[in-house]
């Protein structure tokens, strides 16, 4: 795989929590004309911050109609939970999404963390994240294999597949992977070896750590650490006025019910100051920049992010 694409890129993180879907379908479209990259969902079955029984969209179902509204911007899930589906229904989702949208899907991928919404579901959930991660691992090497037209026979603590493979194709000739999460002994061994996109969460001192250990962890299976794609989110709000921003995500916080937001990765102000915040990020390799987007959707932040590019 050749290096990644050296442009910087944003990306709009929706959170389907506490919304309706026409609240979603407007930010989308927003996003779209503002010039966004891309356009990601969480996975969540229950809300994970704030009181769990509040208004949830199925995270699918929502890329799905996403894809088919927009033209031009990726879309995705950031990530999947991977202790939701089968991985390899989850493949033949992550291809229909991408002849939907003409090769514009990502398929996310992630171990599933928020044990809540797994008990009142009855979904199987290994309490130790390293078991989750191993689950995950082998769920990677279904969808990799199946995306790919392989054939795959596949038996595991987990999954068995018998001759399985999978048609059509999809639209573009490699349908990228994204894994998210910074865990050093099983995580980012795992991005190092089936990742074409990584996203990692934290400040900028956790960012470079984790990146890191993620090119020893390329060293190691001979991988060339540029041909990952680096993501981050950040909670930007951008206003003229300093002080207005603030008010705005303080707004935004208490709505949703998040009581205890990191500063690490949030920016808000006029454009040079939120700049300044990101441009750190962007100079150690983070250069596709996702914006955590919420109801009360703001509107002017998704209108001027995208320009953001001009100072960085």
């Known amino acids: 795989m050749t290096p990644t694409d050296a442009r910087l890129k944003f990306g709009a993180l929706l959170w389907t929590q506490r919304t309706d879907w026409s609240g979603v379908r407007a930010a989308a479209l927003a996003a779209e004309r503002a010039g966004f990259d891309s356009i990601w969902l969480s996975d969540h079955l229950l809300c994970p911050i704030g009181d769990a029984g509040g ?3 199925e995270a699918w179902t929502a890329i799905a109609a996403i894809g088919a509204l927009t033209a031009r911007a990726s879309v995705g899930l950031i990530v999947s939970a991977n202790t939701f589906r089968h991985p390899a229904l989850v493949a033949k989702m992550a291809v ?7 090769g514009r899907a990502v398929l996310g991928l992630g171990a599933g963390w928020h ?5 009142v579901h009855g979904l199987s959930f290994e309490r130790g994240p390293g078991a989750r991660l191993d689950r995950l691992g082998a769920a990677l090497s279904i969808v990799r294999q199946l995306i790919d037209g392989e054939i795959v026979d596949h038996r595991s603590p987990w999954y068995e597949l018998a001759g399985a493979r999978h048609e059509p194709r999809p639209v573009a000739a490699r349908l990228p992977i994204l894994i998210g999460g910074e865990g050093p002994a099983k995580t980012l061994p795992l991005v190092a070896r089936h990742a074409d996109m990584w996203n990692a969460r934290g400040g900028i001192g956790a960012l470079a750590a984790s990146d890191a250990i993620l090119r020893d962890r390329c060293s190691e299976v001979g991988r060339d650490p540029a041909s990952i794609e680096r993501l981050t989110n950040r909670w930007i709000v951008i206003r003229d006025d300093a002080n207005s921003a603030v008010r705005a995500i303080e707004e935004t916080n208490a709505y949703q019910g998040v009581t205890d937001p990191d500063p690490a990765i949030i920016a808000t102000g006029p454009p040079e100051l939120v700049a300044a915040a990101l441009r750190p990020v962007v100079d150690i390799g983070f250069r596709h920049i996702v914006v955590s987007l919420r109801a009360p959707w703001d509107h002017e932040t998704i209108a001027r992010a995208p320009g953001l590019r001009d100072l960085l």
Request: charged fraction near 15%.
């Open 96 to 102: 229909t999404l991408d002849h939907i949208t003409g």
């Open 115 to 119: 044990q809540p919404e797994h008990a």
């Open 55 to 57: 208004s949830m969209f």
